[in-house]
T-cell receptor, first 116, second 108 residues
Framework: GAVVSQHPSRVICKSGTSVKIECRSLDFQATTMFWYRQFPKQSLMLMATSNEGSKATYEQGVEKDKFLINHASLTLSTLTVTSAHPEDSSFYIC????????????FGPGTRLTVT | DAKTTQPTSMDCAEGRAANLPCNHSTISGNEYVYWYRQIHSQGPQYIIHGLKNNETNEMASLIITEDRKSSTLILPHATLRDTAVYYCIVVTGNQFYFGTGTSLTVIP
């Protein structure tokens, strides 16, 4: 089946620094990728939809200047958390849709971000 | 926003069928029902999806009522590895909006 990877799997950073998370579709091309955030014991919350070659669409309440998304190729999207604060500590998960293959999304394994 | 309602938690004996219900009373005619599951601290895993007809694959069966207002995911012979949070998602356009899901615990 289709595989999506994320890097890093875990990251610890200091408050005020920026962190970049990569999401790659390994064996398929993805025109659309999605970024989710999940706090402990809560469900996944969609943050933004990322389309290759265009600006990301952010969900209401998600700061686009804080969560920078780049989708420069059909296999790579990046999420940069700028000026991270402890409240940004969360589990960040990306997913990707295969070109023209229904609505199914393939999810990455997630990135655990801890801001100290 | 999520358009589904699921019980918060369920238990199932190992080897028995697990039946997970989902209400989606406001579903539109062209919206699909997708089921995913998430094992602790991992990304969600696709299980099955359907529009109107019942569906079956190697993992599960999906039963959708005739009025499409509810569905049931059936794991025919639950194993301990099936312990996870199961999400029923009504797909609106491109996006998935996850509800709270059902935490299924398979008991030995």
């Amino acid at each position: 089946g289709a595989v999506v990877s994320q890097h890093p799997s875990r990251v610890i950073c200091k408050s005020g620094t920026s962190v970049k998370i990569e999401c790659r579709s390994l064996d398929f091309q993805a025109t659309t990728m999605f970024w989710y955030r999940q706090f402990p014991k809560q469900s996944l919350m969609l943050m933004a939809t990322s389309n290759e070659g265009s600006k990301a669409t952010y969900e209401q309440g998600v700061e686009k200047d804080k969560f920078l998304i780049n989708h420069a190729s059909l296999t790579l999207s990046t999420l940069t958390v700028t000026s991270a604060h402890p409240e940004d500590s969360s589990f960040y998960i990306c997913s990707a849709r295969d070109l023209g293959y229904s609505y199914e999304q393939y999810f990455g394994p997630g990135t655990r971000l801890t801001v100290t | 926003d999520a358009k589904t309602t699921q019980p918060t938690s369920m238990d199932c004996a190992e080897g028995r069928a697990a039946n997970l219900p989902c209400n989606h009373s406001t579903i539109s005619g062209n919206e699909y029902v997708y089921w995913y599951r998430q094992i602790h601290s991992q990304g969600p895993q696709y299980i099955i999806h359907g529009l109107k007809n019942n569906e079956t694959n190697e993992m599960a069966s999906l039963i959708i009522t005739e009025d499409r207002k509810s569905s049931t995911l059936i794991l025919p012979h639950a194993t301990l590895r099936d312990t996870a949070v199961y999400y029923c998602i009504v797909v609106t356009g491109n996006q998935f909006y996850f509800g709270t899901g059902t935490s299924l615990t398979v008991i030995p």
